[in-house]
């Protein structure tokens, strides 16, 4: 069975990202990778409704070759227009039929920014072009667009199995993950002075008690941190407010 990724290569907006982690999630594909992205918050992006985690897994790569380096086969996605191309153009609706000759190991559609697209040297590092076929007015499509259409045809393969479960149940946080959450926690509670009665080990202790107790999905904990994240950024507002 083939396994997918989508790599986005210098994405500038965050919520396109986030887009398009909603794009992958929709079509049921979890491996986001993101080469040099661009804003330092792109893992927050509220665009990425209901697959937070797919944000929080996606791994960084400096470089497009090692966003490539175990992969079997790749398609750079690209619109063409005047470029001279040197590889084979897969046209979208012809996608599942060429990957039908290509290694049963891992497949990746790489996508540029949301400027300039790829560039000429990120294609030729690609085996093959994807080319979704547009109007000539519009050739080009928005970078969220490109990933949802091509996530649709893969997941009209006859041997498609989405890593996500259709009932859109999510993996239970990791304990780097609760860690995270833990630290984000513990940094509130000595803002506000919460259990003062008990060392930073102690307290950590207890928040790692109450979560092996009630386990929670990775977007449950995201959301838990992010919360003690606006609380802790609006501490110092409540201490000074007389209401």
Known sequence: MMRFCIILVRPRDPNNI???????????????????????????????????????????????????????FSLASTAIRNRRMDQ?????????????????????????????????????RCDAVLNIPTSA?????????????????????????PLRSAGGEEAPATDAQREIFIAAAEALCQKAALRADLTVSQRKAF?????????????????????ADKLNALLPEIGQSKI
């Not at 499509?141 to 199995?161: G, M, T």
């Open 88 to 124: 084979e153009v897969v046209p979208l609706p012809h996608l599942n039929e060429r990957l039908q000759t290509v290694p049963q190991g891992l497949a990746a559609l790489v996508f540029g920014n949301e400027k300039s697209g790829l560039s000429g040297e990120d294609i030729a």
């Open 137 to 161: 007015k519009q050739p080009s499509v928005n970078l969220a667009q490109a990933v949802i259409l091509c996530c649709y045809e893969l997941s009209r393969r006859p041997d498609f199995k």
């Open 18 to 72: 986030g887009a398009a982690a909603r794009a992958m999630g929709n079509f049921g594909l979890s491996d986001l990778r993101v080469v040099e992205p661009y804003a330092p918050v792109w893992r927050e992006a509220v665009s990425a409704v209901g697959v937070s985690d797919i944000l929080q897994n996606a791994r960084t790569f400096d470089t497009l070759d090692e966003a490539l380096a175990d992969t079997h």
């Open 207 to 227: 928040l790692r008690g109450a979560l092996s107790r009630h386990p929670l999905t990775r977007d449950q904990l995201f959301f838990l941190k992010k919360l």
